[in-house]
C-alpha cells in the first residue's frame, strides 16, 4: 500500500523561483492537508482541502497556493520562493469519518530556498 | 481557538526508565486529542488518540496516554524506555464541533541513554 505519496523528496531552489509539490494518496481520502515543519514550531498547517472541490487556509498560508486536482491529488505551488520558505513540507490524508479519525502523512519533502 | 502546548522540547531518559512525556490543550469543549511519532527522515504515524470514550487510551509500542479534563492533559507514557523509543513525539488536536484543522503541538525529541 502506497498511503500518501509526495513528490520530490529533495529540493533547492533560488530566491524567486517557483515550483510545485505534488502529493497523491490511494485511500480515497475526502479531506488533505498541507503543513510545515520548522525546529521548535512543529507542524503548522499551511492549507487543506476538506474534500474535493474545496480549499481553505490555515495558519501560515501566505507565499502558499494550493489546487486540489481530483480527490486523489492536492499540490502546494510556491509562485516566489523566499528563504523563510525553507523547510520540510508534509502532506495527510484523512478520511470521511470526521475529526476523530487518523491523518496519515506522506515521508515529506525537504525544501532549501537560497 | 484550540492550542496545544508540549512541555519540554527534549526529553532524556535511561533505558528501562519510565518515558512520561507532556501535553496540555486548550479548547472551549474537549476535542479529539492524538499522539504521533515521528522517525528520522519519516512522516508522522499514530501512537494513540482520545475520542472521548475510555480515559485511559493505549497505543502501539507500550505508549498509553490519560485523558485529565480538569488538569486540560493529555500525558503520554511508557513504564520501559527501549532505545528504539527515540524520536519526536508530537502531541496533536482536533475539533469535535466542526471545522477540519488539527492543530499540533511544538514536538518532544526522545533521547533514551543505554
Known amino acids: 500500500n502506497a498511503g500518501v505519496t509526495q513528490t520530490p523528496k529533495f529540493q533547492v531552489l533560488k530566491t524567486g523561483q517557483s515550483m510545485t509539490l505534488q502529493c497523491a494518496q490511494d485511500?480515497?481520502?475526502?479531506?488533505m492537508y498541507w503543513y510545515r515543519q520548522d525546529p521548535g514550531m512543529g507542524l503548522r498547517l499551511i492549507y487543506y482541502?476538506?474534500?474535493?472541490?474545496?480549499?481553505d487556509k490555515g495558519e501560515v498560508p501566505n507565499g502558499y497556493n494550493v489546487s486540489r486536482l481530483n480527490k486523489r491529488e492536492f499540490s502546494l505551488r510556491l509562485e516566489s520562493a523566499a528563504p523563510s520558505q525553507t523547510s520540510v513540507y508534509f502532506c495527510?490524508?484523512?478520511?470521511?469519518?470526521?475529526?476523530?479519525?487518523?491523518?496519515?502523512f506522506g515521508q515529506g519533502t525537504r525544501l532549501t530556498v537560497v | 481557538a484550540q492550542s496545544v502546548t508540549q512541555l519540554g522540547s527534549h526529553v532524556s531518559v535511561s533505558e528501562g526508565a519510565l518515558v512520561l512525556l507532556r501535553c496540555n490543550y486548550s479548547?472551549?469543549?474537549?476535542?479529539?486529542l492524538f499522539w504521533y511519532v515521528q522517525y528520522p527522515n519519516q512522516g508522522l504515524q499514530l501512537l494513540l488518540k482520545y475520542t472521548s470514550a475510555a480515559t485511559l487510551v493505549k497505543g502501539i509500542n507500550g505508549f498509553e496516554a490519560e485523558f485529565k479534563k480538569s488538569e486540560t492533559s493529555f500525558h503520554l507514557t511508557k513504564p520501559s524506555a527501549h532505545m528504539s523509543d527515540a524520536a519526536e513525539y508530537f502531541c496533536?488536536?482536533?475539533?469535535?464541533?466542526?471545522?477540519?484543522?488539527?492543530?499540533f503541538g511544538a514536538g518532544t525529541r526522545l533521547f533514551v541513554k543505554a
Open positions: 479548547s472551549s469543549v474537549p476535542p479529539y
Open positions: 495527510a490524508s484523512r478520511d470521511r469519518g470526521g475529526m476523530n479519525t487518523e491523518a496519515f
Open positions: 482541502s476538506a474534500s474535493e472541490g474545496t480549499t
Open positions: 485511500m480515497n481520502h475526502n479531506s
Open positions: 496533536a488536536v482536533s475539533p469535535n464541533t466542526g471545522g477540519f484543522k488539527t492543530i
